[in-house]
């Protein structure tokens, strides 16, 4: 069993930048592959990117290149998403969530919720323009 608690969000104005932390308990933290998804009102909740248990590989929506970084530390339990250069349309519920099966991260199916088994409460981010 692992538990997710996201923090990290808020409101920030477009341009800026903000730094969501995804905590896990559980020992089984490394061995899964983690994501974040977000979730806009009336939307259906879409992948952002994804990271492999080591760290070693990551993915991203087109969205979000160049904008958006997933790191973790396995250490500490934590998986981060680094946002920058925040546009209004980056404004949702961001939710964290592990993957307990995949050994690598597999295109298309790392991008799917369904994949996941584990989802945090969510953290809102609200971008002003």
């Known amino acids: 069993q692992v538990q997710l608690v996201e923090s990290g969000g808020g409101l920030v104005q477009a341009g800026g930048s903000l730094r969501l932390s995804c905590a896990a308990s559980?020992?089984?933290?490394?061995?899964?592959?983690m994501g974040w998804f977000r979730q806009a009102p009336g939307k259906e909740r879409e992948f952002v990117t994804a990271i492999s248990r080591s760290g070693g590989a990551t993915y991203y929506t087109d969205s979000v290149k160049g904008r958006f970084t997933i790191s973790r530390d396995n250490a500490k339990n934590t998986v981060y998403l680094q946002m920058n250069s925040l546009k209004p349309e980056d404004t949702a519920v961001y939710y964290c969530a592990a993957d307990k099966l995949s050994t690598s991260l597999v295109i298309p199916r790392v991008t799917r919720p369904p994949t996941y088994d584990y989802w945090g409460q969510g953290t809102q981010v609200t971008v002003s323009s």
């Open positions: 559980g020992r089984t933290f490394s061995s899964c592959t």
